[in-house]
């Protein structure tokens, strides 16, 4: 049997000793993501939006769902959202740069190197930042639209977030930085 303090000093596969030595380029990487996050939205939302209405199209149904109620309304009520986004950049750049910043910008702090974590709290904070937004705007057409407008802008947002993810640990670049030997004198 191992005891509590042997058991609670073993790290993840995934994490390094963690280091008192500070951990550079997050501010940046934080700006860079948030406004990336920005502009992904905005440019999937359209992407999505563009073949929701090619699809319905093809189909032979109705152009825009203004003012009906159902799943594919709010579907819709979230891609117009997520592609308005970037008329409200000086709301939704701080609070993408705020919800990295408390989520996955610790990450290097702790020592985790891997880029899985990343990807993984991105994609979560992303999704839960879009899609909680979509969803209380889709209550508006009822409960049927606000579930679409989860789904759709849930959809968005994690896509989005795993990007910003991805960028983050890039700019970071958390294992160079954490493993490699600190040599200056002064």
Not at 70 to 95: C, H, K, W
Request: proline content about 4%; some cysteine; aromatic content about 10%.
């Amino acid at each position: 049997m191992t005891s509590q303090a042997e058991s609670d000093s073993e790290l993840p596969a995934y994490a390094t000793t963690p280091r008192p030595k500070r951990v550079k380029r997050i501010r940046l990487a934080l700006l860079v993501s948030s406004f990336a996050a920005c502009v992904s939205v905005t440019l999937m939302g359209y992407v999505f939006l563009g073949l929701m209405e090619l699809a319905f199209g093809i189909l032979g149904w109705g152009g825009l769902a203004v003012g009906q109620t159902g799943f594919l309304s709010g579907v819709q009520t979230g891609l117009q959202l997520a592609a308005l986004n970037f008329f409200l950049f000086f709301i939704t750049v701080p609070a993408a740069a705020l919800a990295l910043g408390l989520s996955i910008g610790r990450l290097p702090h702790r020592g985790i190197t891997a880029l899985m974590p990343y990807l993984r709290w991105g994609a979560v904070c992303g999704a839960i930042l879009v899609g909680g937004t979509t969803f209380v705007f889709g209550w508006f057409g009822g409960a049927a639209a606000a579930g679409g407008a989860l789904v759709s802008g849930g959809a968005i947002g994690g896509m989005a977030g795993a990007f910003c993810g991805f960028l983050l640990h890039r700019i970071v670049a958390p294992s160079k930085q954490l493993t490699e030997m600190d040599l200056s004198v002064f």
